[in-house]
């Protein structure tokens, strides 16, 4: 079937550490993105790319790094700079250009210990 | 900067009533609006997309409306059943179909 795969789903991360995220998709599209979950808040983008070897920020970047080396992957890296990294982060992809659906995997919970 | 408000924040309902999700949006320069369901703990499914020149989009019994000029989109949810229980959350698309994402409308139906 095709979708999104996040994994994992549950990350513990210790004080000082980098920790990955992953995404993959086998949907072929070109444009992936990754979002924060805050409780009461809505969805906010981290960083999105439209294209392999390309990738933006998003509006809260900071603390954060991506890759894009294959059209199917777009690994998040929650850095130590980041100092509120507790959250829900959801991916997602879509076709590029207008009006065109994302599809989200099923999430990652972050945790600090 | 696009801002995305949904009112009411929760919502409870007994199974059967028919239902209205309000969405409002401050930049009504758009490609689309999405509506989404999301599951406690789980991924956002995608229920209806509507472009900026459409007025509305039916999927059973859901149906998504859009005024664009005054920044506005509703959901109404017919017969309501408690599977339906879940949060609802609106998002617009800007450029690079980047979308902005309101808070989101708890929704439970109650038997």
């Known amino acids: 079937d095709g979708g999104i795969t996040q994994s994992p789903k549950y990350l513990f991360r210790k004080e000082g550490q980098n920790v990955t995220l992953s995404c993959e998709q086998n949907l072929n599209h070109d444009a992936m993105y990754w979002y924060r979950q805050d409780p009461g808040q809505g969805l906010r983008l981290i960083y999105y790319?439209?294209?392999?070897?390309?990738?933006q920020k998003g509006d809260i970047a900071e603390g954060y790094s991506v890759s894009r080396e294959k059209k199917e992957s777009f690994p998040l890296t929650v850095t130590s700079a980041q100092k509120n990294p507790t959250a829900f982060y959801l991916c997602?992809?879509?076709?590029?250009?207008?009006?065109?659906?994302?599809?989200f995997g099923d999430g990652t919970r972050l945790s600090i210990l | 900067k696009q801002e995305v408000t949904q009112i009411p924040a929760a919502l409870s309902v007994p199974e059967g009533e028919n239902l209205v999700l309000n969405c409002s949006f401050t930049d009504s320069a758009i490609y689309n609006l999405q509506w989404f369901r999301q599951d406690p703990g789980k991924g956002l499914t995608s229920l209806l997309l509507?472009?900026?020149?459409?007025r509305e989009q039916t999927s059973g019994r859901l149906n998504a409306s859009l005024d664009k000029s005054s920044g506005r989109s509703t959901l109404y949810i017919a017969a309501s059943q408690p599977g339906d229980s879940a949060t609802y959350l609106c998002?617009?698309?800007?450029?690079?179909?980047?979308?902005?994402f309101g808070t989101g409308t708890r929704l439970q139906v109650t038997l």
């Open positions: 998002a617009v698309s800007g450029t690079a179909s980047k979308l902005t």
């Open positions: 509507i472009q900026s020149s459409q």
């Open positions: 997602a992809s879509s076709w590029t250009g207008g009006n065109q659906p994302q599809h």
């Open positions: 790319s439209q294209i392999v070897n390309d990738f």
